[in-house]
């Protein structure tokens, strides 16, 4: 069954406007993390915000915040003030259990693309 | 300090062959792993290593091989390579942390293509 599901396969947003990504995620483990990487069409996985499953406080890194609603077991990534910059495709992420280090599961990704 | 260094970056298989992707990694991290990026999948993983001499298999781990005889390298075997296995390959490292917030970070990828 799919762990992390990203709903919008792709999305238009215009420079300077904020823009919401969604994550969905399932899990049973009361501990696990979620991360969001971003994809250049250079291909390199740039990593961009974390959040914990005990985190009190929703996970900022600035211009990009997340919008975790535990309940209903969604991790949303907002960017703010969009830049040409930010064109790209966008992965959630998430790590179930204390010493799962190495072994993230992935959503199947959202492509932004940022216009004038 | 160059990070995790995947070579080669591109490369050319024909149905049957073998080859190794190479990974090496800088930081003293103690996990690595191996994923694959297809179109429309996100990455899937394919193995990873707690430790210098610990490799444990993840969701895609057929017609692939992989040992870690130390910490800084952990190399990727196509025993046979087959079409199915065209992708682009990444290989990641982490260090362990008390709550699980240590991100991956990766390598710049292989694209590897089995005719």
């Known amino acids: 069954a799919q762990k992390i599901t990203q709903t919008q396969p792709g999305m238009f947003v215009q420079e300077k406007e904020a823009v919401t990504l969604d994550c969905t995620y399932d899990t049973s483990d009361p501990s696990y993390g979620l991360f969001w990487y971003k994809q250049p069409s250079s291909g390199e996985m740039i990593f961009l915000i974390y959040q914990g499953s005990y985190d009190q406080q929703n996970a900022t890194e600035g211009r990009y915040s997340l919008n975790f609603q535990k309940a209903r077991k969604s991790a949303n990534l907002v960017i703010s003030a969009s830049q040409l910059g930010d064109s790209a495709m966008y992965f959630c992420a998430m790590r179930e259990g204390r010493g799962s280090w190495g072994k993230l599961q992935f959503g199947a990704g959202t492509q932004v693309v940022v216009t004038p | 300090n160059a990070g995790v260094t995947q070579t080669p970056k591109f490369q050319v298989l024909k149905t049957g062959q073998s080859m190794t992707l190479q990974c090496a990694q800088d930081m003293n991290h103690e996990y690595m792993s191996w994923y694959r990026q297809d179109p429309g999948m996100g990455l899937r993983l394919i193995h990873y290593?707690?430790?210098?001499?610990?490799?444990d298999q993840g969701e895609v781990p057929n017609g692939y091989n992989v040992s870690r005889s130390t910490t800084e390298d952990f190399p990727l075997r196509l025993l046979s390579a087959a079409p199915s296995q065209t992708s682009v390959y990444f290989c990641?490292?982490?260090?362990?942390?008390?709550?699980?917030?240590?991100?991956?970070?990766f390598g710049n990828g292989t694209r590897l293509t089995v005719t």
């Open positions: 990641a490292s982490s260090y362990s942390s008390a709550w699980g917030e240590s991100p991956l970070h």
């Open positions: 290593s707690v430790g210098a001499g610990i490799t």
